[in-house]
């Protein structure tokens, strides 16, 4: 997954998969996702990215579930 904001045209896009976009629509004012032929989520771009996030330029990855251990 890649993430990347564009601050002089205020976007923030999160790309989860490199694929050809077939298909876009937007779910809700400023948010687009984007669909491969197949029907996946290819991409998500938010639009006035300032606005709608706090911090656009910050970012925090968290994996939850059961942690593992090697031995």
Do not use: W
Not at 13 to 42: C, M, N, P, Q
């Amino acid at each position: 997954m890649k993430v990347i904001f564009d601050p002089e045209t205020d976007t923030l896009s999160l790309i989860f998969r490199e694929d050809k976009v077939a298909e876009s629509d937007e779910v809700k004012e400023g948010i687009i996702i984007d669909y491969s032929i197949d029907g996946k989520i290819v991409s998500m771009e938010i639009l006035d990215a300032s606005e709608q996030i706090s911090d656009p330029e910050g970012i925090l990855y968290e994996r939850k579930g059961k942690q593992t251990m090697s031995a």
